[in-house]
């Protein structure tokens, strides 16, 4: 069965860091493609972040220069490394499992989602 | 990049359709056949219910369907059923490996 926990959410102050880990269990991320995707409180979802099984990593323009996608392939885990947090980063994050046909096509499971709460 | 456009609600009786639509541009829903589908119940996941368009994953009922006309795709949903009552997004590759979500719509069922 395929699972995904998200873990590391909390309260940060403006400016802070905060690692997400995304522990997955029945597939192996090396040979998968991961996202994340937030929701702030009340508002809808938006994209935040995509890693290939070749590694290479896209962004959304909103973090992009402060958020890092990456792996463990030994504890077969996700993260994503927030710097410089922002008021705005404020979110439900949730890690999806994505699938790729020629290009990033859609998310198939997703996780229970881990709350960020960026306030001083 | 601004996300998709859907409707903010839409609602019907139980065993009536209602269809959500989904309106971007030509450099996202209207350049690729990449549109999905995700319902979300309050404090929960999204859960994927249509992709590539009019694919539905095993397990979602038939009762639920997807199409696209140029820049605008659609969600339907027929013989509404009280558990349909939800929010519904829409999502899109974007190019240059993003994708981006509509605003969400939120389905009541009378």
């Known amino acids: 069965e395929v699972q995904l926990v998200e873990t590391g959410g909390g309260l940060i102050q403006p400016g802070g860091s905060l690692r997400l880990s995304c522990a997955a269990s029945g597939f192996t991320v090396n040979s998968n493609y991961m996202s994340w995707v937030r929701q702030p409180p009340g508002k809808g979802l938006e994209w935040v972040s995509v890693?290939?099984?070749?590694?290479?990593?896209y962004y959304a323009d909103s973090v992009k220069g402060r958020f890092t996608i990456s792996r463990d392939n030994s504890k077969n885990t996700l993260y994503l490394q927030m710097n410089t947090l922002r008021a705005e980063d404020t979110a439900v994050y949730y890690c999806?499992?994505?699938?790729?046909?020629?290009?990033?096509?859609?998310?198939?499971?997703w996780g229970q989602g881990i709350l960020v709460t960026v306030s001083s | 990049q601004s996300a998709l456009t859907q409707p903010a609600s839409v609602s019907g009786s139980p065993g009536q359709s209602i269809t959500i639509s989904c309106t971007g541009t030509?450099?996202?829903?209207?350049?690729?056949?990449?549109v999905s589908w995700y319902q979300q119940h309050p404090g929960k996941a999204p859960k994927l219910m249509i992709y590539e368009v009019t694919k539905r994953p095993s397990g979602v009922s038939d009762r639920f369907s997807g199409s696209k006309s140029g820049n605008t795709a659609s969600l339907t949903i027929s013989g509404l059923q009280a558990e349909d009552e939800a929010e519904y997004y829409c999502c899109s590759y974007a190019g240059r490996s993003t994708s981006i979500f509509g605003g969400g719509t939120k389905l009541t069922v009378l």
């Open positions: 999806a499992r994505t699938i790729f046909g020629v290009v990033p096509s859609y998310f198939d499971y």
């Open positions: 890693i290939y099984k070749d590694d290479r990593t």
């Open positions: 030509s450099s996202d829903v209207g350049s690729y056949n990449l």
